[in-house]
């Protein structure tokens, strides 16, 4: 019964809503429920990694946006894979397609003498530049790899409208960091592009300012 205030009551209205034991005629096993809390586990931490990736490519297109008005590109590049990625050890060389060999272009945490054998382009750095693909040394037979890249994790195309405009060699990940993850992954295939447009503009505006 439900009081209306004056005294008078008035009959409760069922609604006809199923009691919690009726809707749950089948009671979970164990193994059920463990099965349930798993797919929760899992979807949330879906949402959560990318959540943390979307953060990530944010700070890096605003790093490479800024990288337009003070012209360098080079150094936003390296900054972004040390602090997003893990690796404070990288070189960033220049593509020659006609004589298919490379330049150093900027780098940082790397001795010059330890960059010397890319300039060829032969082993798994060539074969990145060549295919147009970044190539990461986890994912390569051994075999493949010549003896100045064992140190490498990762070869990165920078690449715009087909064009290679530069390879980022990635040398060892701090010490806090094992390998590379997804997001990691995420972030530099990002790079491979949009790193790419801010070298391209970098170059097009040193044209421009050039006697």
């Known amino acids: 019964m439900i009081g209306t ?3 008078n009551c008035l009959p409760f209205k069922d609604v006809g809503g199923t009691k919690p034991a009726e809707r749950n005629t089948a009671i ?3 193994t059920e429920e463990l ?3 798993v797919q ?3 979807l949330r931490e879906q949402l959560e990694r990318n959540h943390f990736l979307l953060m990530r490519l944010n700070a890096a297109s605003a790093r490479l946006i800024q990288s337009m008005e003070q012209l360098d590109a080079f150094e936003a590049i ?3 894979i040390a602090n997003l990625v893990g690796c404070e050890e990288i070189a960033i060389f220049d593509y020659h397609p006609g004589a298919q060999n490379f330049s150093l272009a900027w780098s940082s945490g790397v001795e010059e003498s330890a960059t010397q054998p890319f300039y060829c382009g032969a082993g798994m750095f060539g074969r990145a530049a060549q295919q147009g693909m970044s190539l990461y040394q986890e994912r390569q ?3 493949l790899l010549l003896p100045h890249e064992k140190n490498l994790t990762a070869c990165i195309v920078l690449k715009s409208s087909d064009e290679v405009v ?3 060699a990635m040398f060892g990940l701090l010490p806090q960091k094992s390998k ?3 997001t990691d992954f995420e972030l530099l295939k990002f790079l491979e592009t949009y790193g790419a447009v801010a070298v391209k503009f970098q170059r097009l505006q040193g044209k421009q300012v050039s006697p």
């Open 141 to 143: 037979p051994e075999t």
């Open 180 to 182: 590379l993850e997804w």
């Open 5 to 7: 205030g004056n005294g």
């Open 35 to 37: 099965h349930l809390r």
């Open 40 to 42: 929760q586990l899992s």
């Open 78 to 80: 390296a900054e972004i």
């Open 166 to 168: 530069g390879v980022v």
């Open 28 to 30: 979970l096993t164990g």
